[in-house]
């Protein structure tokens, strides 16, 4: 008895067992299932594609100004139909280079030596050699980094100081170099030129750094493409296509610009797909900024002029990149970001652009140069497959200084103290979140009046657009609400005496602590210009302040 039973005993613990192995086998099984899966692409390192256009207005892409934009894009559209289109995104500037030191460093420009204006031409370099940018921080986290197109943020020219007037000398007409001239050129363009892209980030570079200026040819890395030995032809120079004279190689072609820049972007996303390594591509493109030299395929297409067809022909080159990520598979393992510098330069033919239905600014007020909207707001998609959702809206502030604290977010990188002052990572808005990232934001006009934003409110340290755009309001600083007054048509400073005076302490300590966001003071590189005095406080005209 004693004997069936313990044999009873021992089958049903040995079935009991075999039925938590099961149990244990079923549940591995199906962990090892799950685990198995496609990581998502959020957790690992995606590609990085930077679009910059210059010059391309808020109204210029059809997406931002449907009922008064009529050029079309249907490339930049696509892109915002499959990601996140950002309506109140802005530029450090009104103006090109101090656009592009804030998009590279993530700290606003007016902290560098740049006060005003842009890099002169044959300028030293603007970012200092220490300072990180996105290119450097891809690089620290194994990115393959490219930069293709404009630079414009200077150089350090081998220009011998005793031949600088000789170099930088222009011709009456269409003379000739002289030989001395010509012995000069050869001396500086047969050495490296440092201090460019490739000392600042990036692993390659190739463009024509300023597209309107000498030297007229591509350089690569550090070297120009061919040596310069040909003033370019007169008849390139002004009626928005080059605007200065000086070094050319011989049949340089202005129109040729645009497309051997695609054509080089698509190469890097072909290598680098056969190379299966991460990478980071910066193409700031040179269009549709002058010179208005449009490929013959596309003259005439828009309707609208020169500026017109070259937004187009933009356009078809961010599709022929978008193209080349989809043929390699990469689109969904890819972030990409398309973006302005500024806003559409007025000189262009704006004025008969808008008789025709054409506004570039859209909604808002003031061009390239101005610190009104006009001059800073600019177009900001973001496309991300695996985080962003297709056909999403964000009317959040955010800025172009953001890009490397979202960049670092996205890498799982850390940024030191000194890095990226400025930034707001951008992620909980990519990810869906519609809370504030930023509570404040500045921009500026070309000769460096600043525009202070909090929330909705936007005050600007002096009368007028700041920049070329005519136009004077009463009193010495302007305030708007842009929740209501997005055209900036209604100055409420002077009912506003409180919020004024907050508001510009708000920037001065911003100012004073070398940084926007957390973390321990900083320096700014030189005093930062200041603007709009405590006395010159606005006229009441009688009514109280809130």
């Known amino acids: 008895m004693m004997s069936g039973s313990l044999n009873v005993i021992s089958a049903n613990v040995i079935t009991a067992k075999f039925i938590r192995f099961l ?59 499959q990601g996140m289109r ?41 970012i200092a050699a220490d300072r990180m940018t996105i290119g450097t921080l891809a690089k620290q986290q194994g990115y393959k980094t490219a930069c293709i197109g404009k630079w414009h943020l200077g150089w350090d020219w081998p220009i011998p100081q005793a031949e600088a007037a000789l170099f930088k000398q222009t011709p009456k007409g269409d003379a000739a170099p002289e030989p001395k001239q010509l012995a000069v050129w050869k001396e500086v363009f047969t050495q490296p030129i440092a201090g460019g892209p490739i000392t600042r980030g990036f692993d390659t570079y190739f463009g024509t750094d300023v597209p309107n200026w000498p030297p007229y040819c591509f350089i690569e890395n ?50 680098q797909a056969a190379r299966k390594e991460p990478f980071l591509l910066y193409l700031p493109f040179t269009s549709p900024h002058t010179p208005l030299a449009v490929g013959d395929s596309w003259k005439g297409k828009s309707g609208l002029g020169r500026f017109g067809d070259l937004v187009m022909e933009t356009d078809a080159v961010v599709g022929q990149v978008l193209a080349a990520l989809d043929e390699k ?103 869906g979140s519609d809370k504030p ?52 048509s209604k100055n409420l400073a002077s009912a506003e005496l409180q919020r004024v005076a907050k508001m510009r302490e708000q920037f001065e300590s911003v100012i004073q602590q070398g940084r926007s966001n957390e973390g321990p003071p900083q320096k700014n590189d030189v005093t930062v210009k200041r603007f709009a005095a405590e006395n010159d406080t606005p006229k009441t005209k009688g009514k109280k302040s809130k």
């Open 329 to 431: 598979n990469l689109t969904k393992d890819t972030l990409v970001i398309f973006t302005s510098d500024n806003g559409c330069a007025p000189y262009i033919g704006v004025k008969e652009m808008e008789k025709a239905g054409h506004y570039p600014s859209g909604p808002l007020r003031g061009y390239k140069s101005d610190v009104w909207e006009g001059g800073h707001r600019v177009p900001f998609i973001v496309r991300w497959p695996a985080v962003v959702k297709p056909g999403s809206v964000s009317n959040q502030l955010v800025h172009q200084a953001d890009l490397m604290a979202t960049f670092a977010d996205v890498l799982g990188a850390k940024l030191p103290e000194d890095v990226g002052e400025d930034s707001f990572s951008l992620l909980p808005l990519l990810k």
């Open 437 to 488: 990232v930023r509570e404040d934001a500045v921009s500026c006009g070309i000769g460096g009046m600043p525009a202070f934003r909090v929330g909705s409110w936007k005050l600007i340290l002096g009368p007028g657009s700041g920049g070329w755009s005519p136009g004077k309001e009463d009193g010495a600083v302007q305030l708007y609400d842009l929740s209501s007054d997005m055209g900036e």
């Open 23 to 81: 149990l244990a086998s079923c549940i591995l099984f199906c962990g090892w299932c799950i685990s198995a899966q496609p990581v998502r692409a959020e957790t690992t390192k995606p590609n990085i594609v930077i679009l910059y256009a210059d010059d391309l207005g808020y109204g210029d892409v059809q997406c931002y100004n449907p009922e008064r934009g009529k050029i079309p894009t249907p490339h930049i559209d696509r892109l915002a139909t």
């Open 222 to 271: 550090d070297r120009t493409v061919g040596i310069p030995d040909h003033f370019l032809p007169g008849q390139l120079i002004g009626n928005n296509l080059a605007s200065k004279q000086g070094p050319a190689i011989e049949n340089w072609s202005l129109e040729n610009i645009l497309p051997t820049l695609g054509n080089r972007a698509v190469k890097f996303i072909n290598e």
């Open 86 to 126: 950002f309506t109140d995104a802005h530029s450090s500037s009104g103006v090109c280079s101090p656009s592009r030191y804030t998009l590279l460093t993530g700290r606003y420009h007016w902290r560098s030596r740049l006060q005003g204006g842009i890099v002169g031409l044959w300028e030293r370099p603007l």
